[in-house]
């Protein structure tokens, strides 16, 4: 059975730091790409950074500079390093997979994407 679990999320002041992880379960090789989006309340789902198995990545214009995904293949892990954090990056952060979609794709593309994990909240005070 196919799991994507992520952890890390919290409440943090504006200016400040976290950490996202997921885990993923149950895939029998390595999917074409991993990567984390998020919803805001009343706002549609949207792509925050993606990245493939040769470390390729694609990021939101509104994340660049701030926010770094990396991963760890050997435990089907990947992580997103959230700086300098703002009000608007408030939201429910969702890890994903897919085994056909490349980062860039996927980043805007995400009704295509096959897993997905339950989300995790980050909420950004100012």
């Known amino acids: 059975q196919v799991q994507l679990v992520e952890s890390g999320g919290g409440s943090v002041q504006a200016g400040g730091s976290l950490r996202l992880s997921c885990v993923a379960s149950?895939?029998?090789?390595?999917?074409?790409?991993m990567g984390w989006f998020r919803q805001a309340p009343g706002k549609q789902r949207e792509g925050v950074a993606t990245?493939?198995?040769?470390?390729?990545?694609a990021y939101a214009d509104s994340v660049k500079g701030r926010f770094t995904i990396s991963q760890d293949n050997a435990k089907n892990a990947v992580y997103l390093q959230m700086n300098n954090l703002a009000p608007e990056d408030t939201a429910m952060y969702y890890c994903?997979?897919?085994?056909?979609?490349?980062?860039?794709?996927?980043?805007?593309?995400?009704?295509?994407?096959?897993?997905w994990g339950k989300g995790i909240q980050v909420t950004v005070s100012s």
């Open positions: 149950g895939f029998k090789y390595r999917s074409k790409f």
């Open positions: 990245i493939e198995g040769d470390d390729t990545t």
């Open positions: 994903a997979a897919d085994f056909t979609l490349t980062a860039m794709e996927a980043l805007s593309h995400e009704g295509l994407i096959d897993y």
